[in-house]
C-alpha cells in the first residue's frame, strides 16, 4: 500500500486487488457460516433473556411514576432533549467555522474509547458523547421506576445495563475506529481473520457463539500448567483423588483435602509453579490431597447432589484417613464445593461422626437470602428455562453457565475479546487464566436443579433444612473450628453474603477473612507477589459493615495467616509419607485423566 505526497491513502491497483481477494475469502467465509448456523444445536430461549413481561410491568411503573409525577418525567426528558440538542449544535457550529475536528472538550471516556480518534475525529467524538448521553437517559429512566418489586428492579437494571453495552460504538465495526484503522492496513486481512475466528468458535460449540479468551493450544495439562507432582491413588464414578508428592522430611500429621468446586476444573489452584497454592501447601510440611471431579455427560443426569456428597465428600475422607493412618483430617472446600462441604459437616454432626477436624472455606455462600448480582438469573422464568433445558440435555451445558458469569462483566469478557478476535482478526492471547477459565464443566441435571432450587432460590440449609439422606441439614450445625476467605470485590459469592452464612455457623471457633480483589485473583493470591492485601477482625457479631469499618488491614497475601491457624490444628510432625499404600497404587500421575474430559453435549 503506498501514500501520496499529503499522506493519504493511494488506492493502487495492486492494493485494490489485495482487497478484491480479502473479499472473496469473506464470501466463501460467509458460505461456511451459514453451513454451521445450519446445524446449530437449539437451547431453551428463555436462557437468552427475561420474559416481555420483565419490561412491560417497569413500563407500567415508570408510566404510574409519570401520570402522579408528570414533572420528574417531563424534566428527565427535557434534560436529555436538552443535551442531544447542545450536542448536536456543537458539531455544526464546529463544521460551520470549517474545522474537521473535535469540539474542545471531548468528554468523558472509559477504555472502550482509549483510541484517540474517539475524542480527535468529529464522526468518532459525536457517535460516542450521543451514545454516552443515551446510556445515561436510560439508567436514569431505570432508576426513577419506583413501583416495583426490589429483586425485579434489581433485574431491570441488569438487563437494561446490558442493552446499554451491547450498543457500544466500539461493538459495531462500522463505528469502531480500531477495527477500521486495522481492516485498512491488512487491505481486509484482519476482517478474513475475524470471520475465521469466528466460524471456527461456532464450529466447537456446535454452532452457539461462545468466544475463545485463550490460545488452547498454548497450554498442556501436565505440561505447562497443573505441573505439581503427585498421583492418583483413587478413583470412582464422581472423582480422581490426588496425593501430592511431599517436598519436606516431616509432615503436619493430620492430613489435608481440598475439594474444588466441579463447575470448574481444580488446577486453578496449579496453574503455574509461581502462584500455585497447591505446591506452597506442600513446601508448608502438609500431606495434600486434592479432588478432582468428574467432567459429566448425559448418564449423569439423575446424579444428585448426594451422589457428591457420598462418593466425593465422604469417600474421600475415609480414603484420607485410611492412607495416611488418621481418625481425621481437615477439610477446603471453594466456591460451591464449600457449600456442599458446610452440609456435609452438618450431617457428619448428625451422624456423629468427627472425621473432619477443622473447616476452611474458600468463597463460599451458604446464606442466599441475598442473590447479588445472580439476582437476574434466580427467577422463575430463568430456571425454568434451565429446568427444560436439563431436562432435555441431561446436564446443563457448560457454555451456559460460562455465558451467565461472563455476561456479569460483559465489556471485559465478552466484547472486548469479541471485538479483539472478529473485528481485529487477532488471534486470543496465551493467557492461563483465561484458558482455564474456558475449560468448563458440565452440570448433572439433577444437582443443577436442587442447588437452583433448594438452595438458590429457597435457601433451605439456613431456614428449615436442606434434605439429603433423610436427613435435614441445617447450616448450625457446622460447629468444627472454621476458617472463611472471602474477596473484597467477589461478583459471585459477595462477602458480605458470605460473612452472613458464618455467623449463622455454630463453631466456636470461628476466624474471617477478607482478601482484596476477586473471586480467583482475591483466592490465588501467593505471598511471593506481594499483590493484594487482607481485612481481618476478630468480632463476627458486627454487622458486615461494621466489621469492615473495624477491620485492620494487613499487605500482602492471607495464605500465611491461614496456614498459622491451619497448623495449631494439624498435629504433630511425622515422616513424610509416601504416596498411597499397598491396596492404593498410583492410578495415574497428576493432575490425573478426569480434568482432561473437555465438555460435551
Known sequence: MTTKHDGAPENSGEHLESFQKNLEKIEELSRRLMEVMTHKTSHNAALDAPKQDLFARAATAYWAEAMQNPSKMIGQQVAYWGKSLKHFAEVQETFAKGKLAAPPNPGPSDRRFSNPMWDEHPYFNFLKQQYLINSDAIKQAVESVQDMDRKEKRRLTYFANQIVDMMAPTNFFATNPDALEKAIETEGQSLVAGLENLISDLEANNGELVVRLADEKAFELGGNIATTPGDVVYRNRMMELIQYKPVTETVHEIPLIVFPPWINKFYILDLKAQNSLIKWIIEQGYTLFVVSWINPDATYSETGLEDYVQDGYLTALEEVKAICNTKQVNAVGYCIAGTTLSMTLSLLKQRGDKSVKSATLFTALTD??????????????????????????????????????????????????????????????????????????????????????????????????????????????????????????????????????????????????????????????????????????????????????????????????????????????????????????????????????????
Open 368 to 601: 442466599f437470602d441475598e442473590q447479588g448480582e445472580f439476582t437476574p438469573f434466580l427467577t422463575d422464568d430463568f430456571i425454568d428455562g434451565i429446568e427444560a433445558e436439563v431436562n432435555d440435555k441431561g446436564v446443563l451445558p457448560s457454555y451456559i453457565m460460562a455465558r451467565t458469569f461472563s455476561f456479569l462483566r460483559s465489556n471485559d469478557l465478552v466484547y472486548k475479546p469479541a471485538i479483539r478476535s472478529y473485528m481485529m482478526g487477532e488471534a486470543p492471547p496465551a493467557f492461563d487464566l483465561l484458558y482455564w477459565n474456558g475449560d468448563g464443566a458440565n452440570l448433572p441435571a439433577k444437582m443443577s436443579m436442587q442447588y437452583l432450587r433448594g438452595l438458590c432460590q429457597k435457601n433451605e440449609f439456613t431456614q428449615d433444612g436442606f434434605e439429603l439422606f433423610g436427613h435435614k441439614l441445617r447450616i448450625s450445625e457446622v460447629d468444627v473450628p472454621l476458617f472463611a476467605v472471602t474477596c473484597e470485590t467477589d461478583h459471585i459469592a459477595a462477602w458480605k453474603d458470605c460473612y452472613r452464612g458464618v455467623q449463622m455457623m455454630g463453631s466456636r471457633s470461628k476466624e474471617f477473612i477478607v482478601s482484596e480483589s476477586g473471586h480467583i485473583a482475591g483466592i490465588v493470591n501467593p505471598p511471593s507477589k506481594n499483590k493484594y492485601g487482607h481485612y481481618t477482625n476478630k468480632d463476627l457479631k458486627l454487622s458486615a459493615d461494621d466489621w469492615m469499618t473495624g477491620a485492620e488491614r494487613h499487605d500482602g497475601s492471607w495464605w500465611p495467616h491461614w496456614e498459622s491457624w491451619l497448623k495449631k490444628r494439624s498435629g504433630k510432625q511425622v515422616p513424610a509419607r509416601e504416596i498411597g499404600d499397598s491396596t492404593r497404587p498410583s492410578l495415574a500421575p497428576a493432575p490425573g485423566s478426569y480434568v482432561r474430559a473437555k465438555a460435551t453435549v
